[in-house]
């Protein structure tokens, strides 16, 4: 079953006054429902409160119900920094007076008054969970992801409901009503049905896994509602069929009851820890419970394996609730602090002392190993999620196949959430091509580091050097005596193989594979003429050229030049520029790209007539510019860097010796798939060689990749 998350806004009343939230925040809840910090809300602990009618506290994130100076109350969501002392940003979980229909959140008894408590729960992630009253005592579900939005909108209408376990994004909840027990996820960006129906028994989720008794005293079962299969089996030593469970990473809460025995069994070592009985809450390594008789919050540390003499927490009278969990006190399982409602009504947070586990993830749902910016329907984000055993500040950054950094992200909380737009850090869409990710995320508390990473195709997105395609890789293109311009593509192996072409080119014609030189992300072919017209043809996006598709007039008079070749971006700006070289002079000039589909005026940078080839061959040293190489008389080649100011460095020798049977040689850009520009060139026998570049401004030993080229008039 989909969860459907949605934004909704809502009308309340109090007496006879109807109000929408925007109104509310008019009176004064607005600095209530607006994430991040401020001055109000970066004051130290204790939280000064006007009341509290229900807390709740998992990842750092503490919600509780509270007055607002609007007069109403409100589910108030606070960030605490990981050593209980600051609130870190303020926002709002949902509204929780009476709406103007009559429905309102569910209320149970409590300490508070008649009005009542809500019981939520905070899944870790920021997401809180409570029910909704229509008013007539029918109830749904809702689990609220934002302080707009929320999901469970199409749960089961149930009387008697309550959360029973939330870690991150799972969730269990039973009905009175039905006698049911309810298990799902809610998917921010992909669906995948996990969603089951059970009978009511104790249960705990820990990320996908959903722990339930199994067969016989103290045995319980972990299923995995992803797999959809049972993963473990543990006999833990309860002398009872469990009645409740609470699951944190290594440790399984049990009890027999309010009342009767209980204990933690430490799947590590595996042995059983008895533990003192009574309405108790886990952490990390370690249980809390209130004494009443005492008015005191008890802590059993057993992270050693052993348990502790319990020790007192916090003063907490015994009030008239036997069971006051998530009504005046609650343990975060996902940080390691307790928060308590003390008699002068403030919060309270106190550290457990206890060491936690290392930094670990408990579940993830990443995104897919490719994106195609122009192809994804709209859709042009990569949207993945981890979910964290304890807060951490967390780093996540794209790379390109040159280790050039394109995208960094920075958050924190116990809830990792990337959502990368595509661009790169300057709002720009990277170059096609293959790319890295990597999340380094680092516990708040100095307890370890969790680390990550993966490959991603990136399509749709800047074309790279040499690309007339819709991917990553150069193609050739060829002219034959047919007058078919063919293009070749390559499926990153380093050969050719799929082609289109276009007919009715005439002869003489010369193609120049270029850059976009506008704003669709699509490359244009530049096509001078016999008759000395230089033509920019509008992109194809992998498609073939033929005289009669829409062209642009860039003047005429290119004749006068023997060389015309595109070596990528030489001016900095991100955009194929066009080096051109006159006959009569040998003089070289730069005509740049304006990036509104014209070139500008040509600038004088070299006097090359002792050159027999020049190659504009894109970045080949991974400095982001384009570089040119050159062969003279006598066999050697060289290279020449761009700086991107327009210019080209002094040259460096590549080979001697080099290149006296080709008679076409093409920068022809990245046909390995390893981000890097590569070169093709044909001997006088039509043999096809490639040579592979190595990213540091050379290439390796060439490599036959075809024969029989020698039909083609021309190669580009």
Known sequence: MTRRVRARSFVVRRGRIALTLASLAALGAGSLTTAGPAAADTTPTPITTDGVWGIDYAGGFLTSVENTPSGYQWVIGRQISADGSTVLAKTSRGYADVYAGGSHV??????????????????????TGYFMDDGSGKQVA?????????????????????????????????????????????????????????????????????????????????????SKKT???????????????????????WNCGPTGAAGVYDRTAKKNITVPSGP???????????????????????????????????????????????????????????????EDKSIRIVQSGVPTQSLAKIES???????????????????????????????????????HTERTLTGSGAHVEVNWDLKTDSGAFPFNGPKTWSLRATADDGGGTYTTGGTLAYNGGRQGFHDQGYSSNGELVTLNSSGAL?????????????????????????????????????????????????RRYAGRCGWEYTPSNSHTSLGTGWNAYNVLTAPGDLTGDGRTDLLARKASTGDVYLFANDGAGKLKAGVKIRAWSAYKRIVGAGDLNGDGFGDVLA???????????????????????????????????????????????????????????????????????????????QSYRGLF
């Open 231 to 253: 993963v473990a089996t543990v006999s833990t030593g309860a002398p009872c069929t469990v009645k409740e469970l609470q699951v944190i990473r290594r440790w399984i809460y």
């Open 486 to 534: 063919t293009l070749h593509y390559t499926k990153g192996d380093g050969t050719f193989g799929p082609k289109y072409s276009g007919s009715g080119w005439p002869a003489g014609t010369v193609a120049v594979p270029f850059g976009d030189m506008g704003k669709d992300r699509c490359a244009e072919m530049l096509v001078r003429m016999p008759n000395g017209e230089l």
């Open 631 to 709: 062969l003279d008389r006598s066999g050697t080649l060289w290279r020449y860097d761009g700086t991107g100011a327009g210019r080209l460095t002094g040259r460096v020798k590549v080979f001697s010796g080099w290149g006296a049977s080709y008679n076409a040689v093409v920068g022809v850009g990245d046909i390995t798939g390893d981000g890097k520009n590569d070169l093709v060139a044909r001997d006088t026998a039509g043999n096809l060689y490639r040579q592979t570049g190595t990213g540091r401004g050379s290439f390796s030993a060439r490599v036959k990749i075809g024969t029989g080229w």
């Open 106 to 127: 569910q209320r149970v008894p409590c300490d508070a008054g008649s009005q009542g408590c809500v019981p939520l729960r905070s899944f870790g992630n920021t997401y």
């Open 142 to 226: 809702q689990v609220h992801l934002t302080q707009n939005s929320l999901s469970g909108t199409d749960e089961p209408t149930v009387t008697g409901g309550r959360f029973v376990d939330a870690t991150g994004r799972y969730y269990v909840y039973q009905a009175s009503s039905t006698g049911k027990q309810y298990v799902d996820a809610v998917h921010s960006y992909r669906t995948e049905d996990v969603r089951l129906t059970r009978r009511i028994t104790a249960a705990s989720v820990w990320g996908s896994a959903l722990w339930t008794p199994g067969s016989g005293n103290g045995v319980v079962t972990s299923y995995d509602l992803e």
């Open 280 to 342: 108790a809450l886990v952490g990390d390594g370690y249980l809390v419970r209130h004494d009443r008789t005492a008015g005191k919050l008890m802590l059993t540390d057993y992270h050693s394996g052993t348990a502790a003499a319990p020790r007192a927490i916090a003063d907490l009278p015994a009030g008239r609730t036997a069971d006051q969990r998530r009504l005046t006190w609650t343990v975060d399982k996902l940080g390691g602090d307790i928060a308590y409602v003390g």
């Open 365 to 403: 749902d990443v995104a897919g190993d490719s994106v195609d910016v122009r192809g994804n329907n709209g859709v042009n984000y990569w949207d993945s999620i981890w979910q964290l055993n304890k807060p951490a500040h967390w780093t996540f950054t794209v790379k390109d196949a040159l280790g």
